[in-house]
């Protein structure tokens, strides 16, 4: 490890620990600011090398990214590397605090998520992240999202047939990225989107493939079938299933309320006509009693019209959101 690092920081309290190294809360004396410090320790020479390959290549990588939800490099070195700090917890510590999240909060997060993703994608040399999962989102004091640690993200080189090193999580990688399948790609990303995104609506353990199959056909209770069915095109096994692009999922996360929207009036209509319905064929009956026919006929003058107010505004409503939809 380059021993300047010693001089340069002051580590204040462990954030994390790995098989290969720490990462500590530290401040920068010369700048007097915050910063995240990943060391590596010793270990066995094979180890080593391989987590020095991966900060090298954080670092490279950080040296070309300019997002807002995505932390700047402050410095890097043998062994070490130095990122902006962002306080904050990460979602997989909140997930494991509060359980799953409303279908509103998850949205909230997956929009930023996919700004985050399509920034990357979207670069001259294009940035495969490979690795998103809970632990590597941390939600900020204002509820901000960034994404952190791109050890293993790389650059999408085109016209290559397969990665160098196959690299992922096991439950939220993608059928790609355990090999034979080509290189990974946006659609790789995209894949671990959807998985994510499912465990912050499910809790569900992604590597029950058991559970995730349940959850894919059944739902999830309290979850709207229309971002189901979004999720449910992100982790198609064949990546030519899977949205094409983070542009189109950004489409179908801002569409989507509509749909649910229109779904609902769909049922609010069926429920009005079933009501209307119901009082047509009580009035019926009734009316087969002389003594209460008076009673069945002013009832009815009373109720049609504003069973029929009803019908009308759900018609109005119904006309709205398909002219918005379409």
Do not use: W
Request: proline share 4%; aromatic share 8%; hydrophobic share 35%.
């Amino acid at each position: 490890m380059d021993e300047r690092v010693l001089l340069r920081y002051k580590r204040i309290k462990r954030l994390g620990s790995g098989g290969c190294g720490d990462a500590f809360l530290a401040k920068d004396r010369a700048s007097g600011k915050l910063v995240t410090l990943k060391i590596l320790k010793a270990t066995d020479e094979k180890k080593y090398k391989k987590a020095a390959e991966s900060l090298r290549n954080e670092a490279d990588i950080l040296k070309a990214l300019d997002h807002k939800g995505i932390p700047r490099l402050i410095d890097s070195g043998e062994g070490y590397i130095a990122t902006e700090y962002i306080p904050g917890k990460s979602l997989f510590t909140i997930l494991s605090e509060t359980g799953r999240l409303k279908e509103k909060e998850a949205v909230r997060i997956g929009a930023e998520l996919i700004d985050i993703l399509d920034y990357i994608h979207g670069l001259k040399e294009p940035v495969i992240y490979r690795d998103l999962k809970p632990s590597n989102i941390i939600i900020g004091t204002v509820k901000s999202v960034t994404l952190i640690d791109y050890g293993v993200a790389r650059i999408y080189k085109e016209g290559e047939t397969a990665d160098s090193t196959y690299l992922g999580t096991c439950g939220f990688a993608a059928p790609e990225q355990y090999g034979h399948l080509g290189q990974t790609d946006p659609k790789t990303d995209i894949y671990c989107f959807g998985m994510t995104l499912l465990q912050m609506l499910s809790k569900i353990d992604p590597k029950d493939d058991l559970a995730v199959s349940r959850v894919k056909e059944i739902g999830v209770r309290g979850v709207s079938p229309e971002l189901m069915s979004i999720i449910d095109k992100c982790i198609k096994p064949d990546r030519e299933d899977r949205f094409k692009s983070c542009e189109e999922i950004k489409i179908a996360l801002k569409k989507y309320p509509k749909a649910v929207a229109l779904r609902k009036a769909f049922l609010g209509i069926k429920a009005c006509i079933a009501a209307a319905c119901l009082s047509a064929v009580i009035s019926i009956g009734i009316s087969y009693y002389r003594p209460a026919s008076e009673y069945v006929q002013e009832d009815a003058q009373k109720r049609l019209p504003a069973v029929k107010e009803r019908l009308g505004i759900a018609r109005s409503r119904i006309e709205k959101y398909i002219e918005e939809f379409r």
